[in-house]
């Protein structure tokens, strides 16, 4: 739920600073909640607590970025094949490279 009204706040915030137009920011809405249901979702729990201690420790990262790399590093352990973690943050990219992962961009 935290990252569904993340994206949903992020893309808002955008459509302001940017002055995008309604029906552009419409069918940006429209095309993350249709792809939404088709997204994992990882739950917090004892294994992804594990995962969060391991970032923590080596990454100087933000909350937020520790979970999602955490979580990623756990699904890419289940699901290793054509796994790649996208993201347009320097350091988390940097820090999921380091772990890794596969990163886009490279």
Known sequence: ????????????????????????????????????????????????????????KKHPLRGFDEIHLASAMMIHENLPDHFLFACFDERLNYAARSEGLGTFPP
Do not use: C, H, P
Not at 3 to 25: H, V
Not at 31 to 41: G, L, V
């Open 1 to 56: 739920f935290v990252a569904y009204t993340e994206t949903m706040a992020s893309m808002y915030r955008k459509k302001r600073e940017a002055d995008l137009e309604g029906i552009l920011i419409r069918e940006t809405v429209d095309s993350f909640q249709k792809d939404w249901i088709t997204f994992i979702r990882v739950e917090e729990n004892d294994e992804l607590s594990g995962y969060m201690t391991q970032v923590i």
